[in-house]
């Protein structure tokens, strides 16, 4: 029987990892901008996290999630890379406040021809959206609604 380390991966409280075999397939499917922080929980987390969290937990907070009071006003961040065996990517993430309500969403895409192997091209094409939506009741209770496509 083979043993190993394995990680348990959240997005604001949504597990990432596959219910099947427990692994993370390294895909974070936000932007980057979107990211208020992220915790890490070393060592066997398995008692509060279950049994997918042996190696520790991972805890991404985005900043819908994170903010308890905003300013009212936007923001629109874009961001474009790319790369030698031709990646490319995009991101695009915007965030609107008033009051205490507060709308963000974004798209992701990473696409690659990939590098040859074997005869063959590994390459991937990843397109994700997401949209959240925050309301803040009082002081210690907030409303979120959040959709990942």
């Known amino acids: 029987m083979a043993l190993f380390q394995q990680v348990l991966v959240i997005l604001d409280g949504v597990r990432l990892n596959d219910p ?3 692994h993370f ?9 979107e990211i208020e922080r992220i915790e890490v929980l070393k060592g ?3 008692a509060i ?4 969290a042996v190696g520790g937990v ?3 907070i985005t900043k819908t999630f994170a903010s308890r009071t905003r ?7 874009l961001q474009a890379t ?11 993430r915007g965030l609107v406040s008033k009051n205490k309500t507060a709308i963000a969403g974004g798209i992701v895409t990473n696409n690659t021809d990939g590098q040859l192997q074997r005869g063959t091209r590994g390459y991937f094409n990843n397109t ?3 949209l959240s939506v925050s309301q803040q009741l009082n002081d210690a209770w907030q409303l979120v609604f959040a959709i990942i496509l």
Not at 25 to 33: D, F, K, Q, R
Not at 71 to 77: K, M, V, Y
């Open 82 to 92: 790319g790369g030698h065996i031709q990646p490319m990517g995009h991101q695009c």
């Open 25 to 33: 397939n390294s895909y974070i499917p936000i932007a980057t901008e």
């Open 49 to 52: 996290y279950g049994s997918d």
């Open 71 to 77: 300013q009212d006003g936007g923001e629109l961040r």
């Open 44 to 46: 066997a987390s398995s």
């Open 58 to 60: 991972i805890n991404i």
């Open 20 to 22: 099947n075999t427990g």
């Open 128 to 130: 994700t959206g997401s």
